[in-house]
């Protein structure tokens, strides 16, 4: 059939993006921002306020502890890191992280890029393997933990109240121990209600550890992955550290951008509507992939998540069977992410665990990349 077809990334599709069009072809009426910043000029290195109390709204915080930055969320993860580092706080010839897996292969990715050792422990239904997060927190080198709180990266799981509040509460050995909340997809369902998830900042302050936490989110899969908005939210010592490095980074964040979000989205509740219209886009996608997946499976040994809402499946094969997958697939034109991709330094023990990404493609497409899909699983398990 001569496929040509890209699964690799959790990409929205051009109906989605073109649900922002409006707000990008509509000229600002002026560019003073409500607190009087001409929006043209310098300044404004914390963001304007009506983007900030927006972002504060979405994550149950307050304004005055948000930063509003550019458009990559992986960005200003990055930058933190390397901000500790800087500052003595973290070694990198000794720092070690902990990474649930499977998980988000990027953050993998920064910690190799750092040099930072990265611990693996189980990701459960409920988030992480609590026993074995706080069994290694006590070791003085482990400087912090990535966390996606909300449809993790790729099984599409939600943080339960224990685990917040394990995590919040738990000891840690290290005096600058982070907590890296990446909570990408915070309004992301498509499927049900969005998912209630307690407040990590506030349990952290039940136990004196409101420096712990470092919470990030993005505009990339709400308005458009080119030109979002990103924000950063945290408290105590941490924040004052972030705000005294961008004073020094930058001389202003593109507030001509963060302005013409903040009139289109005017709130919380405006956002949430906003996204009920990429669920109605992104549904049908999720469940033709559910139903091929039921049907396809039985007999083969391999499951599959059910996620309500976020940007991936995830494929359990049997034992040693994922890399076959994925090159039987590439074999027939399907590309989707390499195996092992989930897990740090690309090291899947038992070889099973593959993500696949329905949004980008188009429903011909995705029918197409499911049949070549299955058909895989089912050579490969055989």
């Not at 069009?21 to 963001?47: F, H, K, S, W």
């Not at 908005?229 to 705000?243: Q, Y």
């Not at 034109?333 to 023990?349: E, M, Q, R």
Request: some cysteine; glycine content about 6%.
């Amino acid at each position: 059939m001569s496929l040509k077809i890209d699964a690799t990334r959790g990409k929205p599709n051009a109906e989605q993006v073109a649900l922002c069009n409006e707000m990008l072809n509509t000229p600002l009426e002026n560019y003073i921002a409500e607190d009087g910043t001409d929006v043209r000029n310098y300044g404004g290195n914390d963001g304007l306020p009506e983007m900030k109390r927006i972002f504060a709204e979405l994550l149950d915080v307050n304004a005055n502890e948000v930063i509003v930055g550019g458009n990559s969320s992986l960005n200003i993860m990055f930058d933190f890191i390397a901000n500790m580092i800087y500052c003595g706080h973290w070694n990198p010839s000794r720092a070690k992280f902990i990474c649930p897996a499977p998980g988000y292969d990027r953050h993998f990715s920064v910690c190799e890029y750092f040099g930072i050792k990265m611990l693996t422990v189980p990701m459960t239904p409920t988030g992480p393997d609590m026993n074995a997060v706080e069994e290694l927190a006590r070791d003085p080198e482990v400087v912090g933990i990535w966390c996606v709180p909300v449809f993790s990266n790729p099984q599409g799981y939600v943080y339960s109240d224990e685990t917040v509040r394990r995590l919040a509460a738990m000891p840690a050995a290290h005096p600058h121990f982070k907590i890296m909340w990446d909570n990408a997809y915070p309004v992301h369902n498509f499927i049900g209600e969005r998912p209630a998830l307690l407040n990590i900042l506030q349990e952290c302050r039940k136990h004196d550890y409101e420096d712990r936490p470092v919470m990030f989110t993005s505009f990339s899969k709400i308005s458009v992955a080119g030109a979002g908005i990103v924000c950063l939210a945290a408290a105590g010592e941490t924040l004052a550290t972030i705000r005294k490095r961008i004073s020094m980074q930058t001389i202003g964040p593109d507030k001509i951008n963060q302005l013409r979000h903040a009139r289109f989205f005017k709130n919380a509740d405006s956002v949430i509507a906003h996204m009920k219209k990429h669920a109605e886009i992104l549904r049908p996608k999720f469940e033709c992939v559910f139903e091929s997946f039921e049907k396809n499976f039985a007999g083969t040994g391999a499951t599959f998540s059910k996620p309500n809402g976020g940007y991936f499946v995830s494929v359990e094969t049997p034992p040693g069977c994922a890399k076959r997958v994925r090159e039987l697939c590439k074999n027939a034109g399907v590309l989707i992410t390499k195996a092992g991709a989930t897990f740090p330094y690309s090291n899947d023990p038992t070889d099973t665990n593959l993500r696949f990404a329905p949004t980008f493609l188009s429903m011909d497409e995705l029918k197409q990349a499911l049949e070549v899909f299955c058909q895989a699983i089912k050579t490969a398990a055989t």
